[in-house]
């Protein structure tokens, strides 16, 4: 009995050791470890780097694993824009120009969500480094970072088309924004709400379906 209880608290005691020294990326990352599946309604910030100017919309993100994603975008309430996203193709549906455009690769496309595969599938892909200390600067950039929230950077380990950085900000140990930092450095963040994990969600929803009429192309 006495041998038990001396391995129950050396189990303990490792435990809180382990947890002691993680880091808060690890940490955060490792909560995504497992889902399933995600969805989130979405607040869009569009800042060009040369001429500081800002473009806004909103709308919703599904995810299912291992590589589907669905975005709507919406304008001033109407449906604009759709991408979805699949371990081999990419597709865009810009209804306000009535036309779809599909890639062969999902490419930087399929990496704005990253942090949903959890810290083993991100750390394959990036360098991880907690840039908190850096938030002063980030905001003087034009990136939107509550009071409180951590900050981390990733570092794409190899080239991903058009993307720079992926920055993540964190409240309350939840991913509260996305950031996208491209070639040109031009800024898209993705500030959540309404953010549900593993929610019930029909495979169905990320066919797509070309409306008729609009003009496909492929790249």
């Not at 129950?8 to 005691?13: D, G, P, Y």
């Not at 309604?41 to 500081?52: A, L, N, S, Y």
């Not at 604009?80 to 120009?97: L, P």
């Not at 399929?110 to 750390?123: C, H, P, Q, S």
């Amino acid at each position: 009995m006495r041998k038990l209880i001396l391995i129950a608290v050396s189990t303990l005691f490792l435990t809180l050791m382990l947890s002691a020294n993680e880091k808060p990326a690890e940490k955060l990352l490792s909560r995504y470890n497992g889902i399933k599946t995600f969805t989130a309604d979405f607040d869009r910030v569009f800042t060009q780097r040369i001429t500081g100017n800002k473009t806004t919309d909103s709308g919703k993100i599904f995810y299912m694993a291992p590589d589907l994603i669905k975005m709507d975008t919406y304008s001033e309430g109407k449906l604009i824009e759709q991408t979805f996203v699949n371990g081999e193709t990419t597709t865009f549906i810009y209804h306000s120009k009535k036309n779809v455009l599909n890639k062969k690769s999902a490419g930087e496309a399929g990496e704005y969500l990253a942090f949903l595969k959890g810290l083993d599938e991100v750390r394959k892909t990036f360098e991880i480094e907690d840039s908190t200390g850096s938030i002063e600067m980030a905001r003087k950039t034009g990136i939107e970072i509550e009071k409180g929230a951590k900050l981390f950077k990733l570092t794409p380990k190899q080239p991903i088309a058009n993307l720079r950085y992926i920055f993540l900000t964190s409240v309350n140990d939840e991913i509260s924004s996305v950031i996208i930092i491209d070639q040109l450095r031009n800024i898209n963040q993705f500030k959540f709400k309404n953010i549900k994990n593993n929610p019930s969600l029909d495979k169905k929803i990320f066919n797509v379906t070309v409306p008729s009429g609009y003009e496909v192309s492929n790249f």
